[in-house]
């Protein structure tokens, strides 16, 4: 026997790591981009009408899902707070801002991979 992981175990870890630094590059940046103000940012959400509040706590969000989905104790967490961040987005989309959603579409699917490659951890994290 080789003390070596086997090829599947590699695959799986090198797919959940390629999911973590996708979900943290693309929410880091989109979470800066709300919390400094660009000015694209600021049309957004006053086109949404919320108030540019919600746009100070969905980058705060994104930030904080984004640091989240590096850290393997709480990846699953951020990859499911963020999944709540992206279908908000895809509401958003649909009904109010009349944009490209089928970012949010893809965005999702892998945030649920993520989840799923991570799903015996996300069960201890909420206790079951």
Same mark, same amino acid.
């Given at each position: 026997?080789?003390?070596? !992981? ?10 959940? %790591? ?12 989109? #979470?800066?981009?709300?919390?400094? #103000? ?8 006053? =086109?949404?009408?919320?108030?540019? %509040?919600? =746009?100070?706590?969905? @980058? ?5 899902? @984004?640091?989240?989905? $590096?850290? !393997?104790?709480?990846? !699953?967490? @951020? ?5 709540? &961040? ?7 989309? &649909?009904? /109010?801002?009349?944009?490209? %959603? /089928?970012?949010?579409?893809? /965005? @999702? ?7 799923? $490659?991570? =799903? ?6 909420? #206790? =079951?």
């Amino acid at each position: 026997m080789s003390a070596t !992981p086997t090829s599947k175990h590699s695959a799986g870890t090198f797919a959940i %790591w390629a999911l973590r630094v996708l979900a943290a590059a693309l929410f880091l940046f989109a #979470g800066f981009a709300k919390l400094s #103000g660009q000015a694209m940012m600021v049309q957004e959400f006053a =086109r949404v009408g919320v108030g540019q %509040w919600f =746009r100070y706590f969905t @980058g705060a969000m994104e930030i904080a899902g @984004g640091v989240a989905a $590096l850290i !393997p104790a709480f990846s !699953p967490l @951020g990859a499911v707070a963020l999944l709540c &961040v992206d279908a908000g987005a895809f509401v958003a989309q &649909v009904s /109010i801002l009349h944009d490209d %959603w /089928i970012h949010t579409l893809v /965005i @999702g699917a892998a945030l649920c991979a993520l989840i799923y $490659l991570q =799903r015996g951890r996300l069960g201890e994290l909420i #206790g =079951r």
